[in-house]
């Protein structure tokens, strides 16, 4: 059986101080309300497909420029329109044939109710 050599270290050093309860959720709470500031990528997205007017759909590069250009207060995130392409994809918002969207059935009526009211 071989030994290995283990350097343990004094006491003192493995010791460090301890952040307090308080301070651990002021932190949290300081963080957690804050919103991003302008239209959220989904409804970007949105605008973008019903502006462009492609009859096969809109391509993820065209939304994208679409988006980092009318992205307001805040910079461009590529995993969050990912993100809310795949979302709007499965929800039926968005329907998409490859790397190209169009609005789906559930997008056509939440717009037509938009309009109504």
Known sequence: MERRHVKRTPPAARTQPTKTKNADAQKRQ??????????????????AITLFKERRGSSRAAIRKYVEAHLKGSEF???????????????????????????GAKGKKE???AIQC
Do not use: V
């Open 77 to 103: 995130k590529a995993h969050m329109l990912r993100a809310a392409l795949s979302r709007g994809a499965e929800s039926g918002k968005l329907a998409q044939t490859g790397q190209r969207f169009r609005i």
């Open 111 to 113: 717009m037509k109710e």
């Open 30 to 47: 300081s963080t957690k309300g804050k919103k991003a500031a302008g239209p959220k990528y989904g409804q970007l997205i949105m605008d």
